[in-house]
């Protein structure tokens, strides 16, 4: 059984560091972070198995939460409330507003898609979804790769702390 082996990714790991304005210190973590698919990747001259980005986008999630929450806490606003915190969050950290983030930067160019994949229904090669778990899972690889104040610095250049509550 002959098994499909992306190829041509190369230019997508630095096109991502352009847009996140951050450099990892490993490639891979990156290469993680924009899969979408479980199949093997030819990267630097090797075919590496790679995991699907879904479970590093949990911790993406987890920690960019955090960050926010720590953002809100720390703002000085007077609107410090479970229900505006509750907000905060789904304003910021939903698919929708991370599929247009991932989008309007162009990260979602950087997604590693299964090979055959065609065009939804509004053109797009990667769905929103597939583009949120992406920004979600490269807030983790940033967080692993440089830890929390790379990745604050990363959320606070991308604009995720800029919000009318905090």
Same mark, same amino acid.
């Given at each position: ?38 199949? +093997? ?11 699907? @980005?879904?479970? &590093? %986008?949990? *911790? =993406? ?20 409330? +479970? ?11 939903? @698919?929708?507003? &991370? %599929?247009? *983030? =991932? ?37 983790? %690889? ?25």
């Amino acid at each position: 059984m002959v098994h499909q082996i992306i190829t041509k990714i190369g230019a997508k790991i630095p096109k991502c560091e352009c847009m996140l304005n951050y450099s990892f210190s490993n490639k891979l973590l990156c290469l993680e972070a924009l899969n979408s698919n479980t199949y +093997p990747i030819h990267f630097l001259g090797a075919t590496h198995k790679i995991r699907k @980005n879904d479970a &590093l %986008a949990v *911790l =993406g999630d987890a920690r960019m939460a955090a960050s926010l929450c720590k953002e809100w806490w720390n703002s000085s606003t007077p609107r410090l409330t +479970p229900v505006n915190w509750d907000t905060l969050r789904k304003d910021a950290l939903n @698919n929708v507003p &991370l %599929a247009i *983030l =991932g989008r309007q930067t162009g990260l979602a160019d950087c997604v590693v898609l299964n090979p055959g994949q065609t065009r939804d229904v509004n053109g797009y090669m990667a769905s929103d979804r597939t583009v949120a778990t992406a920004v979600e899972a490269l807030f983790g %690889a940033v967080y692993l790769d440089g830890g929390e104040e790379a990745m604050e610095a990363v959320l606070r250049g991308l604009g995720l702390f800029e919000h009318k509550l905090l």
